[in-house]
């Protein structure tokens, strides 16, 4: 039984003995820094079944507690808040029951429900870019906090490795590329097609320019410019299985391929299984054809296939067209029920994509209840805002976006510079210290995304990511090596049991330690309800923090009180632990010295 279990147990127990009624809920929040206590009682919200004065009420149950609750020592009453002051003596037990624990926080690893986690999903027309970043590392972590959580999770994405996109970069490539490949040039694969991707464009637009100039509509000049018309035929050859196309499409797909992998290994991402858009285009026409028969969907006059969702506050949504060609909204019902029979212990998913999607995943998911999937109850659109960069908005047809990998590179450059200024590395081999830019500049970039509301669009500023003072990823990895030092200085045995030792009282700063691991468990629970690394994040810098001030305040390893002495070692190992945990959580690596 938690703590706030058991105080909700003794205060209800409090207000039937002293009132002779009973509470449905107690409210309870942690007590403010500037009054006495560690944990407040709101006394208002019981003034609709106990009547009387609030300071008074306030007053008994606080009595009541302190005599039959061993957990209170003592407390106070401002207005209607009792102030409730917990006793050291259930710190330490509690501090001694989580001090050896391997896997503090996390659940047992199966214990709930398998959910699919995905994210990323790629075209194969460009490299990855900021807005991947926040998508990967949103999804990654997502699914890390539902494995701590006790979920089996799967981790996938699906590729977008067909249609005229990258039709485009093929032509391209076909008229300007001479042959070159990624070996020949040097250059990373998917970089290579990104190029042609951005060759395709400007010769395009060119030729939209010459049209317009010789008196033809600008909008008839899009629709007939011959390097468009020339894509809308390679994408028909491909779809008509043309070996010739089929051959450079699997060849530059599979650079791009190469090129990801690069980029998912440098970011610290992976997938237990991928699906390619190639192999689903053409799944949930039969789902279609199920739906209409149930009379989920309708036909129209001109043959096409709908669903009405006006009854829901929506609209009607085409589902195939009069052609009998599917929409993305059909090969996404497919997917997902393809997925369920891939994977049959699935109970949910996660979608991690832009808000830009939001009424799609809602049409989607309602779609899939009204076909009659239980699981659909179960399905969650992880919607995020874009990411900014002080430079302006990307495009990525006109080359101007802000590539995954050069952002990555940028990241270790700046650790690398702010280190230097600052001496840190000093008695480090070359090789150990581009592993530390790495994981700095790593820490930086994640943590600062990780730690906003997914969505919220933020602003993404390189150098105060890195900041070593501020609410920051390296602030957090600086002070878990500088915990692994005090540590390696310690130089005695600190295996005795927390409750055996002699203490006086707690310090205030060893107090807030501990009350910061007690909310751990809590925290990873919240975080994989709400689908959000950023509690996690939040967390692990208010417990990294609280341990800078105590570090500040309180003597450690030159504490003439041998037990106290061995008590701020364990306390500083476990906070060095969950400090650590958090971090992996976010995907975040926490060098052992900096």
Known sequence: MSLEQRLTEKVIAAVAANHG????????????????????????????????????????????????????????????????????????????????????????????????????????????????????LLGYSVAEILKAAGHKVYKTQIIN???????????????????????????????LVG????????????????????????????????????AQDLLRRWEAGDPEVVSLWETMNGWVYEGFEQTYREMGVDFDTLYYESDTYLLGKDVVAEGLEKGVFFRKDDGSVWIDLTGDGLDEKIVLRA??????????????????????????????????????????????????????????????????????????????????????????????GISGELGKLEGFGESEKQRLYHQI?????????????????????????????????????????????????????????ATGLILETLHDKEKQLLKDLEQFPAVVRQAAEQYSPALVANYTYDLVKDFNSFYQQVTILGEENPDHRTFRVQLARKVGEVARTGCALLGIETPERM
């Open 21 to 136: 009624v009973t509470l449905d809920n107690v409210e309870l929040q942690p007590t403010r820094k500037e009054f006495t206590g560690d944990i407040t009682v709101v006394v208002f919200p019981m003034l609709r079944l106990v009547k009387g004065n609030p300071v008074a009420i306030g007053e008994g149950i606080g009595r009541y507690l302190v005599e039959h609750c061993e957990e209170v020592s003592d407390f106070n009453v401002i207005k209607g808040f009792l102030n409730l002051v917990v006793s050291d003596a259930y710190y330490l037990s509690f501090f001694e029951g989580i001090r050896k624990a391997r896997d503090y926080g996390l659940e047992k690893a199966g214990s709930k429900g398998a959910v699919m986690v995905e994210y990323s999903s790629p075209n194969t027309n460009k490299p990855l870019h900021l807005g991947h970043i926040r998508n990967n």
């Open 161 to 191: 490795d067909r249609g005229i996109h990258i039709c485009k970069s093929m032509l391209a490539w076909q008229k300007f590329g001479k042959g070159e490949t990624p070996e020949s040039t040097g250059v990373k694969g998917d970089k």
């Open 195 to 230: 190029n042609y991707y951005v060759a395709f464009d400007k010769a395009y637009k060119e030729e939209v320019r010459q049209l317009e100039a010789s008196g033809m509509d600008a909008k008839e000049a899009e629709r007939e410019a011959p390097m468009l018309k020339e």
């Open 323 to 416: 052609d009998g060609t599917a929409v993305y909204m059909t090969q996404d019902i497919g997917t997902a029920i393809q997925r369920v029979k891939d994977y049959p212990d699935i109970e949910g998913m996660v979608y991690t994509v832009g808000n830009e999607q939001d009424y799609h995943f809602k049409v989607l998911f309602l779609i899939l209840k009204k076909l009659g999937y239980t699981w659909a109850e179960r399905l969650f659109h992880l919607s995020y805002g874009m990411v900014d960069l002080p430079s302006g908005k990307m495009k990525s047809r006109e080359g101007t976006v802000v590539d995954a990998d050069d952002l990555m590179q940028e990241m270790a450059a700046t650790a690398e």
């Open 441 to 497: 500049g790593m820490g930086a970039l994640k943590y600062f995304i990780l730690r906003v509301d997914p969505r919220k669009r933020m602003l993404f500023d390189p150098e105060e990511s890195v900041d070593f003072q501020g609410n920051t990823g390296p602030f957090i990895q600086y002070t878990y090596a500088r915990i692994q030092s005090i540590l390696r200085k310690a130089g005695f045995d600190d295996d005795r049991p």
